[in-house]
């Protein structure tokens, strides 16, 4: 099994920063591509960045700029920093990652999620 936590999460003001930390622990062999998404009060789970095990990186257009997708593969561990935080990014930040653990295929787990408040 694979576990994912989230951490980092918290109210900060309009304007202000704040960086979430995704360590994956478990029957790990390699992880391929790495995610964070959100899902605000009354709307769908988003995609807002991910990254590649080669450090390759997409956005969503709402944070592209603002928000930065890293990992540190010796760790297991994916980050999103936030800057420039909107009241709109207010909601509970997932991490997702494509896990392999051996067999034929990568599993994909999500974590628990953790809150990020942004007050205007």
């Known amino acids: 099994q694979v576990q994912l936590v989230e951490s980092g999460g918290g109210l900060v003001q309009a304007g202000g920063s704040l960086r979430l930390s995704c360590a994956a622990s478990?029957?790990?062999?390699?992880?391929?591509?790495m995610y964070w998404y959100r899902q605000a009060p009354g709307k769908q789970r988003e995609l807002v960045a991910a990254?590649?095990?080669?450090?390759?990186?997409d956005y969503a257009a709402s944070v592209k700029g603002r928000f930065t997708i890293s990992r540190d593969n010796a760790k297991n561990t994916v980050y999103l920093q936030m800057n420039s935080l909107k009241p709109e990014d207010t909601a509970v930040y997932y991490c997702?990652?494509?896990?392999?653990?051996?067999?034929?295929?990568?599993?994909?787990?999500w974590g628990r999620g953790t809150q990020v408040t942004v007050s205007s």
């Open positions: 478990g029957s790990i062999f390699s992880i391929n591509a």
């Open positions: 990254v590649t095990s080669g450090g390759s990186t």
């Open positions: 997702n990652a494509e896990v392999y653990s051996g067999g034929f295929a990568s599993n994909n787990y």
